[in-house]
């Protein structure tokens, strides 16, 4: 059985250090949200948290003070990464309100947290922890299902509501059994579980994630015709469609700046009034729209 654990969780490292790099190079190329880089990287850093004690195997007193403050406090920042990470992904008028609002919660919960471990209240601190996240993965997939997804992730949009449905019935029933034995809930019950929980719903996001995202990098590579015609009607001049054309094709700025012997500061500015022209907010939203009117 530790050697199953052992495993699950090498083979969630390897996924989630996978997912971070190419979300990161999609992130370069204009074709990710960096509220999505954040989301894996805490994430990855809960993951390691709950498990790095059964890794060291040690019995150490003040490493098992500071892991259970670690992962109390990362799990409040995953859980503000989570509704964060979705508002950007979907159409909502009001993104920065709904996000100000998560925000300023999970800080009133980070600051609890530091104050009842300064107290050793770890049960307490424990219930708070548990229900902020409950709550938030509750509100975030009822927000998921009746909002409209961005262009970004259309592609994926049925595969996104139905890792929804999983993770929320994990959640669920993770939060039942702890509702359950909370008086027999210990950071050593969720050393021993928690963090294998947690690389389960890592291997199951990573795998339905990168494909998408290495769909998106090959989507760019691809020679995109464009029509001047209906590129004029949204006021593109010459100089932006010469921009846009590369980078549709998936040049970076700095190749563009070189192809056309402008500065980086410019190619930015025209990129930037691109983008602002065609009411898009990134590359891959830029390259459908070039697709449904060529």
């Known amino acids: 059985m530790e050697i199953l654990k052992i495993i699950f969780l090498i083979l969630a490292y390897s996924l989630g250090i996978a997912t971070l790099i190419v979300q990161v190079i999609c992130y370069l190329k204009d074709l990710e949200y960096k509220e999505t880089i954040f989301f894996t990287i805490v994430f990855l850093l809960l993951i390691i948290a709950s498990t790095i004690q059964g890794l060291v195997k040690t019995a150490n007193s003040l490493l098992f003070d500071i892991?259970?403050?670690?992962i109390n406090i990362l799990t409040v920042v995953f859980a503000i990464s989570i509704p964060i990470n979705i508002h950007k992904e979907r159409v909502d008028t009001f993104r920065k309100t709904r996000n100000g609002v998560v925000i300023t919660i999970g800080t009133i919960i980070i600051t609890l947290v530091i104050l009842l471990h300064?107290?050793?209240q770890s049960v307490l601190t424990i219930w708070f922890v548990s229900v902020h996240l409950f709550l938030s993965v509750i509100y975030s997939m009822f927000y998921l299902l009746f909002t409209k997804p961005g262009t970004l992730i259309q592609f994926r949009e049925k595969s996104e509501r139905l890792?929804?449905?999983?993770?929320?019935i994990i959640m669920i029933v993770s939060f039942v059994l702890f509702v359950v034995n909370y008086e027999k809930f210990t950071l050593k019950l969720l050393q021993q579980n928690g963090g294998i929980i947690l690389a389960i719903i890592c291997i199951i996001l990573s795998v339905s994630k990168i494909p998408g995202d290495i769909k998106k990098l090959v989507q760019t590579e691809k020679t995109?015709?464009?029509?001047?015609?209906q590129?004029?009607?949204?006021?593109?001049?010459?100089?932006?469609?010469?921009?846009?054309?590369?980078?549709?094709?998936?040049?970076?700025?700095?190749?563009?700046?070189?192809?056309?012997?402008?500065?980086?500061?410019t190619v930015?500015?025209?990129?930037?009034?691109?983008?602002?022209?065609?009411?898009?907010?990134?590359?891959?939203?830029?390259?459908?729209?070039?697709?449904?009117?060529?």
């Open 67 to 70: 892991q259970e403050l670690a």
């Open 268 to 294: 930015k500015t025209h990129v930037s009034n691109i983008y602002s022209k065609a009411k898009v907010r990134n590359r891959l939203e830029l390259s459908n729209l070039i697709n449904n009117i060529s």
């Open 163 to 168: 890792l929804a449905f999983i993770v929320l």
């Open 231 to 265: 590129l004029e009607k949204f006021g593109i001049t010459q100089r932006e469609q010469e921009v846009l054309h590369l980078l549709v094709t998936g040049k970076t700025y700095k190749e563009i700046a070189t192809e056309l012997f402008i500065s980086l500061p």
């Open 118 to 120: 300064s107290l050793n």
């Open 224 to 229: 995109i015709s464009t029509d001047e015609n």
